[in-house]
């Protein structure tokens, strides 16, 4: 073999044997970590698995008839006329049950004065005043859907919640005004269909952590929902006369609920009441509330309410009376979690009930005008 041929040969055997090895070293490295996944952001409104929410309401109030109590007559929680007031502070602390959970709501403010006005403990420890709701909920596994809550909870009753930035005007409704705000006890309740839901309460009465008799108040929700219409009825009865378990009273609700398109949305609100009394002639009242909210657009609606209510024997109001009320409400929401209203009210009686001056009862109605301020904030809004 000639000197030449030998030199290529051992070339082409250097280079196969440096590929090999490149490869070699190439296989023998351990792989790259892969990059973890980037943590989930945790919630501004969480502290664990507590959830944090609340707000700050205020407003002003002009009423027409200039009285000289200055208070807006049959009005929650609107209730100072010509004044700035604060209605509420809030802050509500929340964890799902899983299966446990609690709800606590705190606050201060016009509205847990009004809320807790008839509370038979009210002169007592006042504490609970401050404390608008206080449960713990059980939701055991496999149950279907099952859930237990014991403690203060705001009443199923109604188409207005507590909150006024969940509400479609500012000012609320007659119903709302005359009917139960709280209950204590303990609830139940669980799905019966995808689109039907049942329950029961057992609870001191109306209004009342500490009860103002021996008897017991029963409540029995339902609540049909789908994407266009919902029913929910409810049925409250049972003693409610201080030191006594005789005359119950029984109180019926419904709120039928209309949304046509996203941007449109009604409610037809109707109680029924009925407080017996041994001896004496039975107390009825009962109202109706139409509403209608449009949203054109995430910043501006419009809500149109009107409603009548009969206290046939001035078991709620103090007087005799039909009631007539008619509201218009504008929303501003300039920026997620701030929210303005605007809006006029027009109040009639068909006897003079409202103040004028410095005459007490002397007007058949009131008109107000309302600016609201509310500030939210939590992990829904």
Known sequence: ??????????????SLTVTALAQTSQTSQPAPEPTPAPAPASSPWSLGPIEFSGLIDGYYSFNANHPASKANNLRNFD??????????????LQHGPDPVGFRMDIGY???????????????????????????????????GGFQFDFGKFVTSAGAEPTETHLN????????????????FGARMSKPITSWWSGGVQIINGWNNVEDNNSGKTFGFTSAMTSKKVSWFSNYYVGPEKTNTNEGYRHFWDNVLTFSPTDKNSMYVNFDFGNDKVKGGQNNDWWGIALANRYAPNDWFALAQRFEVYDDKRGFITG??????????????????????????????SDRPFFDRGNELASAKAQSTFLVG???YFGPKR
């Open 1 to 14: 073999m000639s000197p030449r041929r030998d030199l290529r040969v051992a070339a082409c055997l250097l």
């Open 79 to 92: 209730v100072r006329a010509n004044s700035f007031s604060l209605n509420m502070a809030k802050l509500e």
């Open 109 to 143: 403010g016009r509205a847990f004065d009004i809320f807790h006005l008839t509370e038979p403990g009210r002169d007592g420890l006042r504490v609970h005043e401050n404390i608008m709701q206080a449960y713990v909920s059980v939701k055991p596994p496999n149950a």
């Open 168 to 183: 479609w005007n500012y000012s609320r409704a007659y119903l709302y005004a005359n009917g139960p705000y709280y209950h």
């Open 319 to 348: 007087t005799a009376q039909k009631l007539k009320e008619v509201t218009l409400t504008a929303d501003f929401k300039m920026k997620e979690g701030f929210l303005t209203r605007v809006e006029y009210r027009r109040d009639w």
């Open 373 to 375: 301020f509310i500030a």
